[in-house]
């Protein structure tokens, strides 16, 4: 899935210093909170591996969970760092990123880096897919049950109006730094709605919850692994479906997204010198509803990232024992 849109390079990799210092996602966007990190880590007794935490809480129960299994199994020292994903990668050829767990596709990154300069490269499936679409509370499909249909929200966006979109019904875009298609499609499809950004992850899905406790309208962008998912329903809207290559021009998007299979990606160092720590990373996958319950710990159970990431390792033994390496 393409997850980081706006907050380009337009500093390019001189910034991803600054950027990993102030342990920040870049451009204005509210980032996952770094997990266990500190400004200057110690050596663990087999040395440190740099994660990066993307800004959505399912990255953050990614790292929480390998975090856990790196520091305690392996004996390494992890320093994880709450970035964007086009900050992040840069890290790749600096030396200051070694993993990014669960990359939403992004082709003009992975020519940059893996094709172009060969500083990362693809370490396989992390498990997850990623379902990315437009979404409304469930409340509206029983009372509108032809609003699911793209080509029908023109004759709804008199419900979407908000003071933000004017005469236009607000379409809710999430975090400004995740790459959509949105205004594109909103564009091609000739809709009379107009984005507006939540801001983040958690804006998106208060608006969501919000919409459904008091059945206000709301249409918005949306994704699953997410835990929201399994608290209240949304449901997808149908736009025209995906076709290879519908999505080549940017500008000219018409179709749907396409389902996505998450894949870890891993600084070329990393795997030339990572030893055991590179091939725990390369085992990592586990499923979306592994994802979800991690990422419901720390959400709603009242959990910190660490203790949620030892609890799904105390209960789990039988589904992380083949991802470490004998030693």
């Given at each position: 899935m393409q997850r980081t849109f706006g907050?380009?390079?337009?500093?390019?990799?001189?910034?991803?210093?600054?950027?990993?210092?102030?342990?920040?996602?870049?451009?204005?966007?509210?980032?996952?909170p770094s997990i266990g990190s500190s400004a200057a880590p110690s050596e663990g007794a087999t040395g440190t591996v740099n994660i990066a935490i993307?800004?959505?809480?399912?990255?953050?129960?990614?790292?929480?969970?390998?975090?856990?299994?790196?520091?305690?199994?392996?004996?390494?020292?992890?320093?994880?760092?709450?970035?964007?994903?086009?900050?992040?990668?840069?890290?790749?050829?600096?030396?200051?990123?070694?993993?990014?767990?669960?990359?939403?596709?992004?082709?003009?990154?992975e020519k940059t880096y893996i094709t172009d300069k060969g500083v990362a490269q693809d370490a396989g499936p992390n498990g997850v897919t990623g379902i990315i679409g437009w979404y409304v509370p469930e409340?509206?499909?029983?009372?509108?049950?032809?609003?699911?249909?793209?080509?029908?929200?023109?004759?709804?966006?008199?419900?979407?109006?908000?003071?933000?979109?004017?005469?236009?019904?607000?379409?809710?875009?999430?975090?400004?730094?995740f790459v959509?298609?949105?205004?594109?499609?909103i564009k091609n499809l000739d809709l009379n709605f107009k984005q507006v950004f939540s801001g983040s992850e958690a804006a998106s899905i208060t608006a969501f919850q919000t919409a459904t406790e008091q059945k206000k309208p709301l249409i918005g962008y949306f994704y699953d692994p997410q835990w929201l998912h399994?608290?209240?329903?949304?449901?997808?809207?149908?736009?025209?479906?995906?076709?290879?290559?519908?999505?080549?021009?940017?500008?000219?998007i018409a179709c749907d997204y396409p389902l996505y299979t998450l894949n870890k990606i891993v600084a070329t160092s990393f795997v030339e010198s990572g030893g055991a720590a590179y091939e725990l990373v390369k085992n990592f996958q586990w499923t979306n509803a592994d994802q979800n319950l991690v990422a419901d710990y720390i959400t709603n159970q009242g959990m910190t990232a660490e203790e949620a990431g030892k609890k799904w390792v105390?209960?789990?033994?039988?589904?992380w024992k083949a991802w470490v390496p004998a030693s």
């Open positions: 907050a380009r390079l337009a500093a390019g990799v001189a910034i991803i210093s600054l950027a990993l210092a102030a342990c920040s996602s870049g451009g204005g966007a509210t980032a996952a993307n800004p959505w809480v399912g990255a953050e129960a990614n790292v929480a969970v390998v975090k856990v299994l790196l520091e305690d199994k392996l004996g390494y020292t992890v320093n994880a760092t709450s970035l964007a994903e086009e900050i992040a990668w840069p890290g790749f050829e600096t030396g200051e990123i070694d993993v990014i767990l669960e990359n939403w596709g992004h082709p003009d990154l409340w509206m499909v029983t009372e509108y049950p032809d609003i699911t249909d793209s080509s029908n929200l023109n004759n709804y966006a008199e419900l979407f109006k908000t003071s933000e979109s004017g005469d236009q019904g607000q379409f809710l875009g999430s975090d400004q730094t959509t298609n949105d205004e594109a499609l399994s608290k209240i329903k949304l449901v997808k809207v149908d736009l025209p479906a995906y076709t290879d290559g519908c999505d080549a021009d940017p500008k000219a105390a209960d789990n033994e039988a589904a």
